[in-house]
């Protein structure tokens, strides 16, 4: 069906507005979530100066740092670990945190050696993931390797068991497939 003349001028305005609102809308989500989070973190601390807590957090966060790479430190805060640790409910929460953190920023980083998974024989249907357990030979499975696979538009992931010759090496870096990913394809230029 053609569009009659009368409604050219509305399909052309109402293109504008999508596309203003695709500009428009990822900008103030992350303005107004990033305010958010400075405002609360004022409150929290009792300052009436909009940004001072969240530089208050950032210096104390840089000290704590530079604190436990001191010697003395370290002894401190392997007893504050062990404590946390030691407690039922506290130490999952503790240790899955933890783990987290260090397998995106820490220093045994897990998420660098993407991959894609092929879910069926002839390689036909893939997933995207990131291997995570070169060896499960503790388990009995000396022929598996443990695959993260993150969600797309999630914080969630399954981590699975795939046998060794089903997974592949991608070249690409393992940020933009991170973004790939979570974004469900729309994010990301990966070649592999």
Do not use: C, H
């Not at 001191?70 to 407690?87: K, Q």
């Not at 068991?161 to 991608?170: A, Q």
């Amino acid at each position: 069906m053609t569009p009659r003349p009368q409604d050219r001028p509305f399909r052309k305005v109402a293109g504008w507005f999508i596309r203003g609102l695709l500009i428009t809308a990822p900008a103030a989500v992350t303005i107004w979530l990033t305010w958010a989070v400075i405002r609360w973190v004022d409150r929290l601390i009792g300052v009436d100066i909009p940004g001072v807590g969240l530089l208050v957090t950032l210096f104390v966060i840089t000290m704590v740092g530079a604190l436990g790479s001191s010697w003395l430190a370290r002894g401190l805060i392997a007893w504050i670990e062990d404590v946390l640790e030691s407690l039922p409910f506290i130490r999952l929460l503790y240790t899955s945190s933890k783990d987290l953190l260090n397998a995106f920023v820490g220093e045994k980083r897990r998420f660098t050696k993407s991959v894609r998974v092929a879910l069926t024989a002839d390689g036909g249907v893939s997933v995207l993931g990131f291997v995570t357990a070169e060896s499960l030979a503790s388990l009995g499975a000396e022929d598996l390797v443990g695959v993260y696979l993150p969600q797309s538009y999630n914080f969630a992931g399954q981590f699975v068991l795939v046998p060794r010759s089903r997974v592949t090496p991608l070249s690409a870096d393992s940020t933009e497939v991170m973004a790939l990913i979570v974004s469900g394809g729309v994010s990301g230029d990966v070649n592999s």
